[in-house]
């Protein structure tokens, strides 16, 4: 069984930056793995989706802002979140799932079969 553990976040003012992790283990290699985030009352979004040859699709609201790496060696996928803004203010959450769930734009992520923790980013000043 696939577990995905999930670290970082916290709670930043305006312009600040973040990493979070998530450590991928157990089970098969999966092909896919994203980064979304989910504010009260509202649908869990993708942030960032990254297949298994690195081809990235970031949400709009994050392009130039947040960087999204793998580190295969060691499973763990990053979150680098730069000029964080208040209105980046969610629970964020890893995922991970086979090939097709990166390209599939399930609602809410439906596709990724493998979910970490959520971790709360709150940027306010």
């Known amino acids: 069984q696939v577990q995905l553990v999930v670290s970082g976040g916290g709670s930043v003012h305006p312009g600040v930056s973040l990493r979070l992790s998530c450590v991928v283990s157990g089970g098969t290699y999966q092909a896919c793995v994203a980064w979304f985030r989910q504010t009260p009352g509202n649908v869990r979004e993708a942030v960032v989706e990254m297949d298994k040859y690195e081809r990235i699709r970031y949400a709009d609201s994050v392009k130039g802002r947040f960087t999204i790496s793998r580190d295969n060696n060691r499973e763990i996928v990053y979150l680098q979140m730069d000029s964080l803004q208040p209105n980046d203010t969610a629970k964020y959450y890893c995922?991970?799932?086979?090939?097709?769930?990166?390209?599939?734009?399930?609602?809410?992520?439906?596709?990724?079969?493998?979910w970490g923790q959520g971790t709360q980013v709150t940027v306010s000043s």
């Open positions: 995922a991970a799932g086979p090939y097709f769930a990166c390209y599939s734009r399930s609602q809410a992520g439906a596709d990724y079969p493998f």
